[in-house]
C-alpha cells in the first residue's frame, strides 16, 4: 500500500488531561494544538477487539481503525491463489495478517504458513494474534525481507516431521506499508501526522528519509521523486528542499509537507495519478482527496526501503522457490511496481518458467474502493508455475 496518509482513522477529538476531574477546582490543562496530541489521544479504538462496536462504527464509515489493517482484495486474492487442504504456503508480507487469516483458515489441518514481514513491530503482535486464533500450529513467522525468501527452503521452520519446506504451492505478496505503519506518527510514513521524517519499515536501514533528504543532490532528488511518485512537480519541489536545507536540515514531516506546499501550492499537483477503475465517480472522488504531498512521501519511502530492488530480487527468484503447479499472487500500488512485475510474469511465460499469468492488473471492484479508499490503486497479479 503507497497512500501515505489517505483515509486517517480513528477520528474524534482527544480528550485532554483534567477534563472531568473532580475534587477542589484545578485549572484545566490548556490543550494548545487543534489536532489531538497522541495517536491513543486521537484513536480511541486503539486496544479495543476486531469486532467491537467501536471498529465496526469506523469501517462503516469507510476508514480503517487505527492499529488495524483491512486486507485489500481478499475475494480476487483467494480466486488466484486457490488455498486447500494441506498446502505450503509462503505470505511474504505478513503486516496484520488479515491476507495470511483468510488462507490459514483454508489450508488447515495440514497446510503450512510461512510468514515473513521486515517490520518488528508488526511480527510479534500478528504472530500472536493468528495464534490466540488457533492457527499456531500451522505458522511459522520470520523477520526477514521477502527478497530472500530461497534462504528458507529446507530450513527446519515448523516442529516435528512437518520440519522443512521443499517450495511453496502458494506465494503471495501484498506490496507497500500497512495502514498500521502509515497512522503511526512516530513512523513519518504520513504527509497527515507530524513526526520524524524515518520512513523505515525496517529499524535496522541504516539511512532514515531525514538523512536522504539532507545527503541526495538535487539531480537525484528530482529523479527519485519522479521515479518512484510519477510525480510532475519533481523539479519544483526538489528546488524547494535545497533552498529549505540551506536553512535547517528537515527533520519531521510536517517540513517536507511545508516544503511541497510551498512548490506546488496546498493543493496544487492534484491527486496521485489512478489508472482506469470501474467507477470513475470513485476514481475523480480519491483522485479530489489526495494530498500534493502523497507522491513525494511514496518516493522517498520508496527509497529508504529499496523496495524496488527487493521486489526485483523477490521476481528473480519465484520461479527456484514455487512447486510444480504452484501459484502466485502479487499486489502492487504503484506504476513502477506494476511493471516490474509485468515485464517478469511476461518473460517467465515466455521463457516457459509459468504456464499462466494474468494479462493485466486485475483492479479492485468500484464497491470496495469506496469501502475502502486505501485499495484505490491495487492491481493484482498472478502466475502459475509449470
Ligand atoms: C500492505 S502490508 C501487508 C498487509 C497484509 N497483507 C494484511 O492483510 O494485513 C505490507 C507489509 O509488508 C511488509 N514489507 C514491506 N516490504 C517488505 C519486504 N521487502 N520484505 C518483507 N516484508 C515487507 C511491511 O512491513 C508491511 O507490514
Known amino acids: 500500500m503507497n497512500d501515505a496518509g489517505a483515509d486517517a482513522p480513528g477520528g474524534g477529538a482527544g480528550h485532554h488531561a483534567g477534563e472531568g476531574s473532580s475534587g477542589p477546582h484545578r485549572r484545566r490543562e490548556r490543550y494548545r494544538g487543534t489536532h489531538p496530541r497522541n495517536f491513543s489521544e486521537r484513536y480511541k479504538e486503539l486496544g479495543a477487539a476486531p469486532d467491537s462496536e467501536i471498529h465496526a462504527h469506523i469501517r462503516a464509515q469507510g476508514r480503517t481503525p487505527a492499529g488495524t489493517h483491512r486486507p485489500v482484495m481478499v475475494d480476487e486474492v483467494l480466486a488466484a491463489l486457490k488455498p486447500q487442504g494441506g498446502h505450503v504456503v509462503a505470505d511474504c508480507t505478513l503486516g496484520f495478517g488479515g491476507h495470511a487469516e483468510l488462507l490459514l483458515s483454508r489450508i488447515g489441518p495440514g497446510g503450512r504458513l510461512l510468514g515473513l514481514d521486515i517490520d518488528e513491530t508488526t511480527i510479534s503482535a500478528t504472530q500472536a494474534r493468528l495464534t490466540a ?54 513512523r513519518g510514513f504520513s504527509y497527515k501526522h507530524d513526526g520524524p521524517l524515518d520512513m523505515r519499515m525496517d529499524q535496522r536501514i541504516r539511512r532514515t528519509a531525514a538523512e536522504w533528504l539532507a545527503k541526495l543532490s538535487e ?123 509485468a515485464r517478469a510474469l511476461e518473460v517467465g511465460i515466455a521463457q516457459g518458467v509459468y504456464a499462466a499469468i494474468s494479462e493485466e492488473g486485475i483492479a479492485p471492484t468500484a464497491a470496495e474502493v469506496r469501502d475502502n479508499p486505501r485499495s484505490r490503486s491495487a492491481r493484482l497479479w498472478w502466475a502459475v508455475k509449470q
Not at 500450529?137 to 519446506?165: D, Q, T, Y
Not at 539531480?219 to 519533481?234: N, Q
Open 133 to 186: 486464533l488457533g492457527f499456531g500450529e500451522l505458522l511459522a513467522v520470520r523477520r526477514s525481507n521477502f527478497a530472500g525468501l530461497a534462504k528458507f527452503i529446507g530450513e527446519p521452520l515448523w516442529s516435528g516431521e512437518r520440519a522443512a519446506v521443499e517450495g511453496f504451492n502458494l506465494i503471495f505478496a501484498d506490496l507497500g506499508v500497512s495502514s498500521m505503519q502509515i497512522d503511526n506518527p512516530q
Open 219 to 341: 539531480a537525484e532528488l528530482i529523479e527519485t521523486l519522479r521515479e518512484f511518485g510519477d510525480e510532475p512537480a519533481a523539479e519544483a519541489i526538489a528546488g524547494r528542499i535545497v533552498l529549505r536545507r540551506q536553512r535547517a536540515p528537515l527533520r519531521t514531516t510536517r517540513d517536507l509537507v511545508r516544503c511541497v506546499e510551498e512548490a506546488v501550492g496546498a493543493r496544487g499537483a492534484g491527486g496521485r495519478s489512478v489508472e482506469a477503475s470501474p467507477d470513475d465517480e470513485a476514481v475523480e472522488r480519491t483522485k479530489r482527496e489526495s494530498h500534493p504531498a502523497t507522491r513525494t512521501f511514496q518516493a522517498l519511502r520508496m527509497l529508504v526501503n529499496d523496495e524496488m530492488g527487493a521486489l526485483a530480487a523477490f521476481l528473480r527468484g519465484l520461479p527456484f522457490v514455487l512447486r510444480a503447479g504452484g501459484r502466485a499472487a502479487i499486489l502492487t500500488f504503484h506504476s513502477g511496481e506494476a511493471k516490474m512485475v
